[in-house]
């Protein structure tokens, strides 16, 4: 049997990065920078109000109080957006409002709130200082500087700098395109009549949803029944356009494995058949469809799910340069005792309370248990050699919240 590691090495491996690409701003959220982002401009642009009030000669107001204002005509009304280029000549205030361009000759804003508000001319109650209430050019942003590092995740507080240093796109490196076959001749559409023997089809949405969380794009989501012909054509249609393909099901001992039929006979296109010593999920694929990667999951959903955390999730999301691929990990204490089966490592889903360091054993070990995953937020990691954990003892977790 492979060992868990080993087949996480093997899916690593055929994961590939795509080449970057330049994408609009609007499509970039959560993505990678691809490069460093310099400057083209500085931050503020030019020298402008950080107040609403009047831009004046500090000196103009050395002699106003609260009880002898000094008072100035007003000349100009600047307010934000004005492209003129003015000067303030002495003795004399703007009016102007927050973000406007500083006039020439100005070297302090007095905030409205110490004045009359005038219009025509302005009553001063209080000294200002050079300086004073001006927002310069380039304290923020030199133009020139490196403001964002390639491998960088792109938040939206970057988008808003991107956007205010006038760039309208940027290299990233793009998502993943992922995909999803789910197989079964028993699967049918969830909001269709189940007829005796069927079942819904639940893994397609589940791992459809969990390639989408782990950062990356969906190509299709479809069912095959347990027919080679059906399989393939799935393949043939959307394969072109995926960057990697998981399937569900079929690869299995029994007979009608429609996945290990398609691709399993000699002389096959490369995908590779194994058990896996861990529990759920012992099943395994991997290997390449005319070039493209497939991993071929195990049916039982939770064999389905803990799979794609386990070998797929963390390959995903390194190709793409997200940051932690990997789920936290955090040693926990098990408040009641666990078995687990010799020889195979197992990922039993579990609740885990950060806080108090403890973690309790959550629903059966079958990966037919859907419902415990679906309310677990970590999966214990018992190691291969371990059959029994007592209560009380410390074990490593995977944090899934
Ligand atoms: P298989 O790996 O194809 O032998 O399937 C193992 C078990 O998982 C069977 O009980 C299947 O009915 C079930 N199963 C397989 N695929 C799905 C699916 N997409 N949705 C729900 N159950 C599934
Ligand atoms: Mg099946």
Known sequence: MRSVTEHQRVIADMIAARPAITVALADALGLVLADDVVAPLSLPVFDNSAMDGYAVRAEDTAAATPERPVTLPVAEDIPAGRTDQLTLEPGTAHRIMTGAPLPAGATAIVPVEA???????????????????????????????????????????????????????????????????????????????????????????????????????????????????????????????????????????????????????????????????????????????????????????????????????????????????????????????????????QFRRAILDPAAGRVTSYGPPASHHLRWLASANALLDIPEDVVEVPAGAELQVWDLS
């Open 115 to 345: 004045t009359d508000g005038g219009v025509q001319s302005v009553q001063i109650r209080q000294h200002s200082e050079p300086g004073k209430h001006i927002r310069r050019a380039g304290e923020d942003v030199d133009a020139g500087t490196t403001v964002l590092r390639a491998r960088e995740v792109v938040t939206p507080a970057a988008l808003g700098l991107l956007a205010a240093l006038g760039l309208a796109e940027l290299p990233v490196l793009p998502r993943q395109r992922v995909l999803v076959i789910s197989t079964g001749s028993e699967l049918v559409r969830p909001g269709t009549e189940l007829r005796p023997g069927q079942i819904y089809e639940s893994n397609g949405i589940m791992l459809a949803a969990a390639v989408r969380e782990a950062g990356a794009d969906v190509v299709a989501a479809e069912t095959a029944g347990d027919d080679v012909a059906q399989f393939t054509a799935v393949l043939d249609r959307y394969a072109p356009d995926a960057d990697l393909i998981i399937s569900s099901g079929g690869v299995s001992a029994g007979a009608y494995e429609v996945v290990k039929d398609a691709f399993g006979r000699e002389g096959d296109q490369g995908v590779q058949f194994v058990k896996v010593a861990m529990q759920p999920g012992m099943p395994q694929g991997a290997g390449r469809v005319a070039g493209t990667p497939i991993v071929t999951l195990p049916g039982n959903p939770v064999s389905a799910l803990v799979s794609f955390e386990v070998f797929i999730r963390p390959a995903l999301r390194a190709a793409m340069g997200l940051p932690n691929p990997q789920r936290p990990k955090r040693a926990a204490v098990l408040t009641e005792a666990v078995t687990s089966p010799r020889g195979k490592r």
